[in-house]
């Protein structure tokens, strides 16, 4: 996935219509579906803005959107008036506005998309491990472009030091080509393109037949050690 990429058949195309199934196979053995975790992670990110006295975004980008599953999620727990979701699979994106489109979430392909400091968030998950390492800058460069000095940035990505993430990436047909990004490298990253790294939360420990652990999972959010992890980033 390259940010500047023209529209056109991607890797993600051949994998749009058997996407939900093949995602619930891989998470099946954590006892929990896609929507579990979508929710979880928005609802995490708002305790997080919220910490900061941060209010509802007027405009969220959520970069790498698939078939839309969190940009619904990004209006109604995070109160944004507006969210955009881009990808550059023209399949994926058919998806996404069959099922979200409509009340303030739209979808788009990077490459026609020109935001140019409009945004208040951006939000991405789990699409930077499908990014070639040489073409990781460009795109983290669409996305500081894309926010307004002081714009926040959730970077989820799945935590490569996490055992039961190594298993369900495998089970997942899409992620077999996956270029895992460790927790140190997420910040690496973020810091040199530009973005001030804020926090870094680990998120995840316990499967559904764990989850009256799922208390204490606040409590373990400064190790490393979770299925994924947030670097919250800003834009200077």
């Not at 006892?31 to 919220?50: F, I, M, N, T």
């Not at 472009?145 to 989820?156: E, K, M, S, T, V």
Request: aromatic share 10%; net charge positive; with cysteine.
């Amino acid at each position: 996935m390259n940010a500047g990429d023209p529209p056109g058949p991607t890797a993600f195309d051949a994998h749009a219509a058997s996407y939900d199934a093949d995602l619930a196979r891989g998470l099946s053995l954590t006892g929990e579906d896609k929507g579990y975790y979508a929710e979880a992670r928005v609802r995490w990110l708002a305790r997080r803005l919220a910490g900061r006295r941060v209010g509802p975004p007027a405009l969220a980008l959520d970069f790498g959107c698939g078939d839309g599953a969190s940009a619904p999620l990004l209006k109604e727990i995070l109160g944004s008036q507006s969210v955009l979701g881009v990808d550059v699979s023209a399949a994926l994106l058919a998806v996404a506005r069959e099922r979200y489109a409509g009340s303030g979430v739209s979808f788009a392909t990077i490459a026609e998309t020109a935001l140019q400091g409009r945004c208040d968030l951006a939000f991405t998950n789990g699409v930077f491990h499908h990014i070639p390492p040489a073409e990781r800058a460009t795109a983290l460069g669409f996305v500081r472009d894309a926010l307004r000095p002081g714009g926040l940035f959730a970077f989820f990505e799945n935590n490569p030091w996490n055992p039961g993430t190594r298993l369900v990436m495998r089970r997942i047909a899409f992620d077999h080509d996956a270029i895992p990004i460790a927790p140190y490298e997420g910040r690496r990253l973020l810091r040199s393109a530009g973005f001030e790294v804020l926090a870094v939360d680990s998120l995840f420990y316990f499967p559904r037949g764990l989850r009256w652990l799922r208390p204490l999972e606040p409590a373990l959010a400064r190790l490393p050690l979770g299925g994924q992890y947030l670097v919250l980033a800003r834009r200077p």
